[in-house]
């Protein structure tokens, strides 16, 4: 699989962002899809994730409120919907899949090793 992520860019504080991040095949009903960023300087960080078969959302508790992830089946496409941006907001934004034969647990969606592939990442850049 691979993913390609878009829909990055400057954006003033307090504003909205969406990204996307188009899947090069379908995911499995047992995979995953998930966002993670990483801000210069840190280690990256979870954001946002789900399983394709359903059931809860987790956010990173930064995020909660103020992003939504969401997917179009059709296009093979996962989004994120950014609101309320900060400046602690930014970061390179990576999207990430796992499709294997087992469905991962939910506490395990918020944990890097749980993906097996990642997109190239968009930079969002919020100014104050």
């Known amino acids: 699989v691979q993913l390609q992520a878009f829909g990055g860019g400057l954006v003033q504080a307090w504003g909205s962002l969406r990204l996307s991040c188009v899947a090069s095949?379908?995911?499995?009903?047992?995979?995953?899809v998930g966002w993670f960023r990483q801000a210069p300087g840190k280690e990256r960080a979870f954001v946002a994730a789900f399983r394709w078969s359903g059931g809860n959302t987790p956010y990173a508790d930064s995020v909660k409120g103020r992003f939504t992830i969401s997917r179009d089946n059709a296009k093979n496409t996962v989004y994120l919907q950014m609101n309320s941006l900060t400046p602690e907001d930014t970061a390179v934004y990576y999207c990430?899949?796992?499709?294997?034969?087992?469905?991962?647990?939910?506490?395990?969606?918020?944990?890097?090793?749980?993906?097996?592939?990642w997109g190239q990442g968009t930079q969002v850049t919020v100014s104050s």
């Open positions: 095949e379908r995911i499995s009903s047992n995979g995953a």
């Open positions: 990430e899949a796992r499709d294997r034969s087992t469905r991962p647990i939910l506490s395990a969606l918020s944990l890097a090793t749980t993906y097996d592939y």
